[in-house]
């Protein structure tokens, strides 16, 4: 039986790389494509380049306007992120705490609120804030992602606050503490990894959005990474090596994000598994 497992285990481990191959590959062609000219792209684009040049990338840097679009989605996605994380968990802890029957009304509420897809909204939304004049604003997009991301904060931020023993809050407000304080002080530092997975998810979900900022932001000036590479895209048509290009500059913010944050949300996720 051990040889035998072994071959299996090798079998597994050999699909596994497979896939990973194939899953990168549309990366990988990306990547090498961005360093070489429209000729080699159509002549070879499976090959590597003869020469590694960076020019691709310095004339897409320069032409796409990658300073103001990287601050618009950075500040965007900061904000975004910062008051999803802050009111969802006090909602919860709200909905947790207090046994009102509206708030259990609410929380019921949110929760179907997730299975509503946002292309059944998207036509009313705008309608209705172009009615008002409030789009082409980065604040009024930071707005709707809080409406929009505050449903599934607020669901899993709900479970884990469950788990918070009652007496720690209680003994912080015999010591004197205020409702605030035993939130901001005893029971938020208790959701950091909560609160670590929600980051990375919306920063990865607001940073990559390209829906919601097409229909608000409408000045070149406010448009965000993905748009802006979007109307790159249909300026520089045929040159494929600057389209790669800045399609590598728009994604290597989100990928290095990515990585160092990668042990946060799979700790996360573990602690979600195990407390369920």
Known sequence: MKPLQRILRAGRHLLLYALLALYLSPFFFVLINSFKSRRDIVSNPFAFPEVWSLQNFIHAFQRMGFIPAFV??????VFSVLVIAVFSA???????????RFNKFMFFAMVAAMLIPFQAVMIPLVQIYGGLNLLNSLWIL???YLGFGTSFAVFLYHGFIKGIPLELEE???IDGCSRFQVFFKIVF???KSTTLT?????VLWIWNDFLLPSLVLISPANRTLPLTTFY?????TSDYGLLMAALML???PVIIFYALMQKHILKGVMEGAIKA
């Open 72 to 77: 618009n989605s950075l500040v965007i996605t």
């Open 90 to 100: 006090m909602t919860a802890y709200l909905f947790v705490r207090t046994d009102w």
């Open 142 to 144: 930071i707005y709707m």
């Open 171 to 173: 003994a912080a407000m």
């Open 189 to 191: 530092p208790l959701l």
């Open 198 to 202: 929600l980051i990375i998810l919306n």
């Open 232 to 236: 790159f895209h249909g300026t520089y």
């Open 250 to 252: 728009t994604i290597l």
